[in-house]
Protein backbone atom coordinates (compact mmCIF):
# COMPACT_ATOMS: atom_id res chain seq x y z
CA UNK A 1 0.00 0.00 0.00
CA UNK A 2 2.90 2.59 0.92
CA UNK A 3 5.52 0.76 -1.63
CA UNK A 4 7.36 -0.83 1.30
CA UNK A 5 9.30 -3.70 0.34
CA UNK A 6 11.63 -6.51 2.65
CA UNK A 7 13.43 -9.48 2.27
CA UNK A 8 13.97 -11.91 3.94
CA UNK A 9 16.64 -14.17 3.95
CA UNK A 10 17.50 -16.19 0.93
CA UNK A 11 16.95 -19.83 1.12
CA UNK A 12 17.62 -23.47 -0.69
CA UNK A 13 14.50 -25.02 -1.81
CA UNK A 14 15.34 -28.88 -2.16
CA UNK A 15 12.82 -30.14 -4.30
CA UNK A 16 11.56 -34.16 -4.15
CA UNK A 17 9.12 -35.21 -6.63
CA UNK A 18 8.56 -31.67 -8.33
CA UNK A 19 6.92 -30.61 -4.23
CA UNK A 20 9.24 -28.66 -1.96
CA UNK A 21 10.78 -31.36 0.69
CA UNK A 22 13.19 -28.90 2.41
CA UNK A 23 14.10 -25.22 2.75
CA UNK A 24 17.82 -24.24 3.99
CA UNK A 25 17.83 -20.52 5.30
CA UNK A 26 20.17 -18.86 4.76
CA UNK A 27 20.90 -20.30 1.24
CA UNK A 28 24.41 -21.44 1.13
CA UNK A 29 25.57 -19.23 -1.76
CA UNK A 30 28.08 -16.63 -1.82
CA UNK A 31 27.23 -12.94 -0.95
CA UNK A 32 27.24 -11.23 -4.43
CA UNK A 33 24.77 -14.09 -5.65
CA UNK A 34 22.73 -13.38 -2.41
CA UNK A 35 22.96 -9.79 -3.57
CA UNK A 36 21.74 -10.59 -6.80
CA UNK A 37 18.87 -12.37 -5.41
CA UNK A 38 17.57 -9.52 -3.32
CA UNK A 39 17.59 -7.49 -6.38
CA UNK A 40 16.00 -9.53 -8.53
CA UNK A 41 13.24 -9.92 -6.03
CA UNK A 42 12.74 -6.65 -5.04
CA UNK A 43 12.77 -5.09 -8.72
CA UNK A 44 9.86 -8.30 -9.64
CA UNK A 45 7.72 -7.29 -6.74
CA UNK A 46 8.26 -3.50 -8.18
CA UNK A 47 6.95 -4.14 -11.23
CA UNK A 48 3.82 -5.72 -10.46
CA UNK A 49 3.35 -3.13 -7.67
CA UNK A 50 2.91 -6.48 -5.36
CA UNK A 51 1.48 -5.85 -1.61
CA UNK A 52 1.80 -8.38 0.86
CA UNK A 53 3.98 -11.16 0.91
CA UNK A 54 5.09 -12.66 -2.15
CA UNK A 55 7.41 -15.92 -2.75
CA UNK A 56 9.80 -15.17 -5.19
CA UNK A 57 11.17 -18.34 -6.48
CA UNK A 58 14.62 -18.76 -8.41
CA UNK A 59 16.94 -20.51 -10.23
CA UNK A 60 20.75 -20.76 -9.76
CA UNK A 61 22.38 -21.84 -12.57
CA UNK A 62 25.75 -24.08 -12.75
CA UNK A 63 27.48 -20.67 -14.09
CA UNK A 64 26.32 -18.52 -11.32
CA UNK A 65 23.21 -16.66 -13.18
CA UNK A 66 20.16 -16.09 -11.45
CA UNK A 67 16.62 -16.50 -13.02
CA UNK A 68 13.58 -15.72 -12.19
CA UNK A 69 10.92 -18.84 -12.44
CA UNK A 70 7.50 -18.00 -10.93
CA UNK A 71 6.12 -15.49 -7.90
CA UNK A 72 4.02 -16.48 -5.94
CA UNK A 73 1.56 -13.98 -4.23
CA UNK A 74 1.26 -15.29 -0.74
CA UNK A 75 2.97 -16.53 1.85
CA UNK A 76 4.63 -19.65 1.11
CA UNK A 77 5.99 -22.64 1.92
CA UNK A 78 9.64 -22.12 1.63
CA UNK A 79 9.06 -19.05 4.35
CA UNK A 80 7.30 -21.06 7.19
CA UNK A 81 10.59 -21.18 9.15
CA UNK A 82 10.13 -17.72 9.44
CA UNK A 83 7.89 -17.90 12.45
CA UNK A 84 10.58 -19.48 14.96
CA UNK A 85 13.67 -18.04 12.99
CA UNK A 86 12.88 -14.67 11.83
CA UNK A 87 12.04 -11.40 14.39
CA UNK A 88 8.71 -11.06 12.30
CA UNK A 89 7.10 -13.98 10.79
CA UNK A 90 6.41 -13.67 6.78
CA UNK A 91 2.49 -14.23 8.08
CA UNK A 92 3.06 -10.83 10.36
CA UNK A 93 4.24 -8.82 8.03
CA UNK A 94 1.35 -9.75 5.26
CA UNK A 95 -1.00 -8.94 7.38
CA UNK A 96 0.89 -5.53 8.19
CA UNK A 97 1.76 -5.06 4.42
CA UNK A 98 -2.14 -5.19 3.83
CA UNK A 99 -3.37 -2.89 6.49
CA UNK A 100 -0.64 -0.28 5.21
CA UNK A 101 1.74 -1.05 8.85
CA UNK A 102 5.45 -0.56 8.89
CA UNK A 103 6.70 -3.91 7.73
CA UNK A 104 8.54 -5.80 10.66
CA UNK A 105 12.12 -7.18 10.74
CA UNK A 106 13.09 -10.11 8.65
CA UNK A 107 16.41 -10.78 10.45
CA UNK A 108 17.24 -14.10 11.36
CA UNK A 109 17.56 -14.44 15.67
CA UNK A 110 18.87 -18.02 14.58
CA UNK A 111 22.65 -18.64 12.98
CA UNK A 112 20.58 -21.26 10.82
CA UNK A 113 16.90 -23.04 9.63
CA UNK A 114 15.31 -25.85 8.24
CA UNK A 115 11.99 -26.68 7.06
CA UNK A 116 10.88 -30.20 6.30
CA UNK A 117 7.44 -30.01 4.10
CA UNK A 118 5.58 -32.98 5.95
CA UNK A 119 3.05 -34.62 3.49
CA UNK A 120 0.05 -36.97 4.59
CA UNK A 121 -0.49 -40.10 2.67
CA UNK A 122 -3.99 -40.72 0.38
CA UNK A 123 -5.93 -43.47 1.06
CA UNK A 124 -7.47 -45.44 -1.85
Given at each position: ID???VNYPVVES???NHICHIVRAPASINNKLVKKALELATKAVETIDGIGTIGVEMFCTKDN???LNEMAPRV???G???IEACECSQFENHVRAILGLPLGSTR???PA???INLLGEKEG
Open positions: GQIIQKKIIHNSHYTMITAVM
